[in-house]
């Protein structure tokens, strides 16, 4: 009786240990799965706008949320020469722009998903269209965000 009661623990043991393997691939299939699925940005409809020497947040969030901290992300007019590159956990100080260094963030919240860069003292030439550009290495995407810029007394003049 004795050792049949140990052979059933054993048993019991057993199926323990297989249901905590099955748990466990399911998890990592879930999370491969998530690591390569396709997202979509959430991005203004129409252009934002700003003043100049303010400071503009120019909205951008993955849906569904994700965690963007392993990702890419790169906003700018022209990709070769980025207004913020985060890559690696961290920005990219000497791949950026020149215009934009000390100037430029990301708003946090990468966690969940938010990618929104941060513009401080804006310019004139700060105006137009900038790119949101996540990648992984599975996949990349891409929105659109129009910045205008308004100030007082740039109004047309007349020579």
Request: aromatic content about 8%.
């Amino acid at each position: 009786m004795l050792r049949q009661l140990e052979k059933q623990r054993r048993g019991t043991m057993h199926s323990g240990v297989s249901l905590r393997v099955m748990i466990l691939a399911a998890l990592t299939d879930h999370i491969t799965a998530q690591s390569t699925a396709v997202f979509i940005f959430s991005v203004p409809h129409g252009p934002i706008l700003t003043w100049l020497n303010s400071s503009v947040s120019l909205p951008c969030e993955l849906s569904p949320l994700f965690n963007a901290e392993p990702l890419e992300v790169r906003w700018s007019g022209d990709f070769n020469k980025p207004a913020l590159l985060y890559k690696d956990h961290k920005i990219q100080e000497t791949s950026l722009d020149p215009q934009y260094r000390g100037r430029v963030s990301l708003t946090g919240g990468l966690e969940r998903g938010n990618v929104s860069l941060r513009l401080e003292r804006v310019t004139l030439e700060d105006r137009g269209e900038y790119v949101c550009y996540v990648s992984s290495e599975q996949w990349y995407n891409k929105a659109i965000v129009l910045l205008t810029v308004n100030g007082k007394g740039l109004g047309t003049v007349l020579t």
